[in-house]
């Protein structure tokens, strides 16, 4: 069996889990810190990144930057000793699993396997599905001057100005998109990018940060004519400048 899991810092247990996903056959990467680990997943092959929070190499701040990455596999963290302010700062980034040490080593194991096994699933798309995808993103920019969303490279061109965007960012900002200028509900925002969270209030909570980044690279462009305007109590809708909300919330 194939595959690759890059392992973002050392220690013995992540070594030790190492040696345990290596007999499972997939294959195992080293990266020494944030430098090599973006190297490393913009290369491609990677289908799951863990960070080794025990370790000076990684941090959480570098699972934000890899999430902006184009095709960035999911990224789990590894921690011995967490925090609850910590954990909650993770799973806002949009980490996928965040691993403790008292979870014991065939129970990581396990859920690293299953992340591995689901981006492995997804790269096995045939071309034909992938280009359909593609021509199906590429539909939201139609028609938004002064934006244009490019999905496979997850960039999004504000006034000629391109920015990053990380998974999450590129699902909100598709939906914003296809339904301008109509507002989208909170309700249907974060089941856009928390689809498996069956608790709407967790879900909700776990969208304003990435809603507000969001926010926050929009204006960062001085000369925008674009922003994400939040109606209090309906939902969020990209608004252009002097144009009127529509009143359809969906």
Not at 100 to 111: A, F, K, Q
Not at 122 to 144: E, F, I, Y
Request: charged content about 20%; aromatic content about 4%; hydrophobic content about 40%.
């Amino acid at each position: 069996m194939s595959g690759g899991l890059l392992i973002v810092g050392q220690s013995v247990l992540s070594d030790e889990i190492s040696t345990r996903i290596a007999e499972r056959g997939f294959v195992i990467d080293r990266a020494a810190g944030a430098r090599e680990a973006v190297a490393r997943v913009s290369q491609g092959e990677v289908y799951g990144v863990l960070l080794d929070l025990s370790s000076s190499q990684a941090t959480l701040d570098l699972a934000d930057t890899l999430q902006g990455l184009p095709g960035c596999p999911p990224v789990l963290v590894l921690d011995s000793t967490p925090t609850i302010d910590r954990v909650v700062d993770a799973l806002r980034i949009g980490v996928v699993d965040y691993l403790c040490e008292t979870d014991g080593l065939s129970e990581i194991v396990d859920r690293l396997t299953g992340q591995i096994m689901k981006a492995q699933a997804a790269n096995l798309k045939t071309p034909q599905v992938q280009r359909s995808a593609a021509m199906r993103r590429d539909s939201t920019s139609v028609g938004l001057p002064g934006l244009d969303l490019n999905a496979a490279r997850r960039m999004l061109v504000i006034e000629d100005m391109p920015v990053l965007l990380s998974s999450i960012e590129l699902n909100l900002i598709e939906a914003l998109m296809q339904r301008t200028p109509n507002l989208v509900s909170y309700e249907r925002m974060a089941s856009i990018a928390f689809p498996t969270t069956r608790d709407v209030g967790h879900a909700l909570r776990l969208l304003r940060p990435h809603i507000a980044r969001l926010r926050r690279k929009f204006e960062s462009v001085h000369n925008t004519r674009w922003r994400i305007s939040n109606f209090r109590g309906q939902g969020y809708v990209l608004q252009r400048i002097g144009v009127p909300v529509g009143t359809v919330v969906e």
